[in-house]
């Protein structure tokens, strides 16, 4: 994967992230501003939203708030105004928020409603986003879509003996196996616009959706949803990749 050179004098790209005010989120707004972009911090914490917003302003990136609930139709309705009356359109959007749903989530243990909290948040939020963002989207010469995943929701890890797939999950897991599913249902749908869609693994990440028991900093975890961001015309649409290159279904 390589990036595209933005042209940062006259048309600075737009990007919006959502679950941008901490942690992966805040790095991919941090990599894009840096790059020249212009960033909506996507969030729905207010206080947070806006102590990112200020800090990034001070580092030197283009930013603006942006208040947004995956889970509420209104809040991504209102989001996607937003975005449109400061920018008029947007050239990547980058499906980072989510939780792990809580546990125990053996699926003998698990309650059902963690399930459901995981798939409205994970699956279902990326689904009413995308849908709200596409028309700013279609109208970027380069649009590109990606979606944070995770490799414990590759279904051939998951049944490869020895692989590395995390602890047993009935309600994480499966929510990011539901996301790459979806992935690619958009990539088909897609397929003859310009708009490349792919779904990342940010690797085990330090952040407090683990308790920060991770091994990458946030900003080595964010390193590949920038690159797919940022990914020239000819590049790859409807794939998995981590830092390492693809990984499978």
């Given at each position: 994967m390589t990036e595209?050179?933005?042209?940062?004098?006259?048309?600075?790209?737009?990007?919006?992230?959502?679950g941008a005010n901490k942690g992966i989120g805040y790095e991919i707004a941090a990599g894009l501003g840096a790059l020249g972009w212009t960033v909506g911090v996507g969030a729905r914490d207010e206080e947070r939203r806006e102590a990112a917003v200020e800090k990034l302003r001070a580092a030197g990136a283009d930013v603006f708030g942006v208040?947004?609930?995956?889970t509420d139709d209104a809040s991504v309705s209102e989001a996607a105004r937003l975005v449109e009356e400061r920018t008029g359109r947007l050239d990547a959007l980058v499906n980072?928020?989510?939780?792990?749903?809580?546990?125990?989530?053996?699926?003998?243990?698990?309650?059902?409603?963690?399930?459901?909290?995981?798939?409205?948040?994970?699956?279902?939020?990326?689904?009413?986003?995308?849908?709200?963002?596409?028309?700013l989207l279609r109208r970027s010469p380069s649009p590109r879509i990606v979606n944070v995943s995770s490799s414990v929701g590759s279904l051939t890890l998951q049944t490869t003996p020895g692989a590395e797939t995390g602890p047993i999950s009935a309600a994480y897991s499966p929510s990011k196996t539901f996301l790459n599913a979806v992935t690619v249902q958009y990539a088909k749908e897609l397929a003859d616009t310009n708009i490349l869609i792919n779904a990342v693994c940010p690797g085990f990440t330090a952040t407090d959706l683990n308790g920060f028991r991770g091994t990458r900093t946030p900003q080595q975890g964010a390193t590949s949803a920038i690159q797919l961001a940022t990914v020239e015309d000819d590049g790859p649409t409807g794939r998995f990749f981590s830092d390492e290159g693809e990984i499978p279904w």
């Open positions: 595209t050179k933005t042209n940062t004098v006259n048309h600075p790209k737009v990007a919006l992230v959502t208040p947004l609930d995956v980072n928020a989510g939780i792990t749903g809580g546990g125990p989530q053996e699926p003998t243990l698990v309650d059902v409603d963690r399930v459901r909290v995981a798939v409205e948040t994970n699956v279902i939020g990326v689904i009413r986003v995308t849908n709200a963002l596409l028309p």
